[in-house]
C-alpha cells in the first residue's frame, strides 16, 4: 500500500486528492517540513513524497501525479491516451510546476529576492510577486474558458495539481479570484466534490 507524505497548506494536496478519487488503498502521513520523521524517508526534507508498499520513493508532486494517473488507468485521470493529449499534461503539469508554482515564491519568501532587509524592499518583492500569479492566473482563466476542468474530458490529475494554487491565490492575491471567473468556477467545482471534501477534512485535523 503507498503511504503519501503531506504537510498542510502545500502542493502535496494535490497528490492527496488524486489518491482520494483513485479509491484504492492508501495511507496519509502528516509531517512537517525539514522534521526527522519526512528527512529518513526523503533526504530534501520536502513534501509531496510519496513510498510504495516495495520501500520505492517518489518525489515532485508532478511526477507523482503522473505516476498515480498511469499506475490506475481505470480512474481516467490522465486527460487522455492520445499522443497530443500526454503532451497536453505534461504542458500544464510543466505550467504548474514552472510557472504558477514558482510566482509565488516571491509571496511567500521575499528574503530569497532582495539582499534589502527593509520592509519596503520586502513588499516591493511581494507586489511583484502578485503580479507574476496575476500574470499565469490570467492564462488560465482564458484556457478555462468554456471548459470545466483543464484537460478536454472529465477531470483529472491536472486538475488536483491546480487546486492548491488556486486556494493559495484566493487567499494572498489582493482580491483573491475577483478578475478571474472561470478560475473560480473550477475552484468552486473541485471544492464541492465529496472526495476532496474529504481530504481537505483530514488535513485540517489535529
Not at 503531506?6 to 482520494?20: Q, R, T
Not at 520523521?37 to 509531496?48: F, H, K, M, R
Not at 485521470?77 to 505550467?95: C, K, P, V
Request: glycine content about 10%; proline content about 6%; hydrophobic content about 45%.
Amino acid at each position: 500500500m503507498p503511504t503519501l507524505y503531506y504537510a498542510v497548506g502545500a502542493c502535496s494536496l494535490a497528490p492527496h486528492v488524486a489518491l482520494e478519487w483513485i479509491g484504492a488503498p492508501y495511507e496519509a502521513v502528516k509531517v512537517q517540513y525539514g522534521s526527522k520523521e519526512l528527512l529518513a524517508v526523503n533526504p530534501a526534507g520536502a513534501v509531496p513524497t510519496l513510498r510504495e508498499g516495495d520501500g520505492w520513493l517518489l518525489t515532485q508532486a508532478g511526477a507523482i501525479l503522473d505516476y498515480l494517473a498511469h499506475k490506475h488507468p481505470e480512474a481516467g485521470l490522465a486527460g487522455g491516451d492520445g499522443l497530443r493529449a500526454r503532451a497536453e499534461a505534461h504542458r500544464w503539469s510543466a505550467f504548474f510546476t514552472s510557472d504558477v508554482h514558482a510566482a509565488f515564491w516571491p509571496i511567500f519568501m521575499p528574503s530569497r529576492y532582495t539582499s534589502d532587509t527593509s520592509e519596503t524592499a520586502r513588499q516591493a518583492v511581494v507586489e511583484a510577486g502578485h503580479k507574476l500569479v496575476a500574470k499565469q492566473f490570467g492564462i488560465l482563466d482564458r484556457h478555462l474558458d468554456g471548459r470545466e476542468y483543464i484537460l478536454d474530458g472529465a477531470r483529472s490529475v491536472i486538475d488536483a495539481y491546480s487546486f492548491p494554487m488556486i486556494r493559495w491565490a484566493l487567499k494572498l492575491l489582493p482580491g483573491g479570484l475577483e478578475g478571474y471567473p472561470n478560475v473560480q468556477a473550477l475552484h468552486d467545482r473541485l471544492a464541492g466534490d465529496p472526495a476532496v471534501q474529504k481530504v481537505l477534512a483530514r488535513e485540517a485535523e489535529g
